[in-house]
């Protein structure tokens, strides 16, 4: 009977032990804290690395033979592996409630994606990357103004739309939430007045109640406290 318990261990939970999917990431990364909250909210059985950003490891030549791009995150699964968040995200929710299976659902997840990566990333592309590679505090705080200044319209859109929708994409938590909202919270690394949208800050506040989002936000909280320079 113990031989047969055993059996059936190491036939039954061992593979899927080691079959589990590795993800390879950095929380100061706005892709990379995306895919690790639907991680934590969906329970879904992957494994984290994090990589050293800092020291080039993404661009180390074992990193680069398996995944070219040289890009955070990428999602190691066996021998299969690749990168993008928006392609990790679907792969990992793949049979997931949290994914819509009628045609017009479908279409409007993908629509916000593209969204995603035409608008939204301006977040980071226009604002948040001075915060970190702008060396000139003058510079930097007229770059971060700037870049206020051009995602105006997209912003005022967001607050338009959560006045009468609780997620993106209506009532309804999605993958889309899951991309928007670690790139809009982030703002608060420059002081952005959130007093203006009352609507997206109420939006951010209903995420605190999602699994998952919290941690999200004290991972990232971490991950820049250590990076920062360090005071003599």
């Given amino acids: 009977l113990k031989l047969q318990f055993l059996y059936f261990i ?3 939970y061992l593979p899927h032990y080691n079959n589990m999917p590795t993800l390879h990431g950095h929380p100061v990364s706005q892709p990379c804290r995306s895919v690790q909250w639907f991680i934590d909210y969906s329970g879904v059985d992957c494994e984290v690395k994090t990589v050293d950003l800092l020291s080039g490891a993404h661009k180390a030549p074992e990193f680069l033979a398996k995944f070219p791009n040289g890009q955070v995150p990428s999602l190691e699964d066996g021998d299969f592996c ?4 928006i392609a990790i995200l679907q792969y990992l929710a793949d049979g997931n409630d949290i994914v819509p299976t009628d045609k017009k659902g ?3 997840l993908q629509e916000y994606f593209g969204r995603h990566l035409s608008q939204v990333r301006k977040f980071s592309t226009e604002i948040i990357r001075h ?5 000139d505090a003058d510079e930097k705080k007229k770059k971060i103004a700037a870049g206020i200044e051009s995602t105006k319209a997209m912003m005022d859109s967001f607050e338009a739309h959560f006045e009468k929708n609780k997620f993106v994409l209506g009532d309804t938590l999605s993958l ?3 991309m928007f909202a670690p790139e809009v919270d982030q703002l608060s690394l420059v002081e952005y007045d959130f007093n203006t949208y009352k609507n997206v800050g109420a939006y ?3 995420l605190k109640e999602v699994k998952g989002y919290t941690k999200m936000r004290e991972t990232m909280a971490e991950a820049l406290k250590a990076m920062a320079p360090k005071k003599e």
């Fill in 131 to 135: 915060v970190f590679f702008e060396k």
């Fill in 106 to 108: 479908k279409a409007r």
């Fill in 82 to 85: 690749f990168g993008e968040s």
């Fill in 204 to 206: 951010i506040e209903r």
């Fill in 176 to 178: 889309a939430d899951f």
């Fill in 10 to 12: 190491v036939n039954h």
